[in-house]
């Protein structure tokens, strides 16, 4: 089983930036798939989940109405569009499936 995050980089707040999460070594579309992230210091914390079809989706309260979860699974991808990126989101973002993790890609909002 492989996840493999990209898409992480420096934004300035305010700004944009799309997580992908590219899986392999299960059927992809059988499994419900979330984001979680750890900034420095803190412990690991859920961002958002999303169910095996795409259908049900839920959000941290910290990112809702900024962030969107979601996947293709004929890409056996998932996404985490992130949009007016704030300093508090600077951190490791970390796809997960119910049993593996991926290895992280860092998201650092500052100007």
């Known amino acids: 089983v492989q996840l493999v995050e990209s898409g992480g980089g420096l934004v300035q707040p305010g700004g944009s930036l799309r997580l992908s999460c590219a899986a392999s070594?299960?059927?992809?579309?059988?499994?419900?798939m979330s984001w979680y992230r750890q900034a420095p210091g803190k412990e690991r914390e859920l961002v958002a989940f999303?169910?095996?079809?795409?259908?049900?989706?839920n959000y941290a309260d910290f990112v809702k109405g900024r962030f969107t979860i979601s996947r293709d699974n004929a890409k056996n991808t998932v996404y985490l569009q992130m949009n007016s990126l704030k300093p508090e989101d600077t951190a490791v973002y970390y796809c997960?499936?119910?049993?593996?993790w991926g290895q992280g890609t860092r998201v650092t909002v500052s100007s």
């Open positions: 997960k499936s119910p049993s593996y």
């Open positions: 070594g299960f059927t992809f579309s059988n499994y419900a």
């Open positions: 999303i169910s095996s079809a795409g259908g049900i989706t």
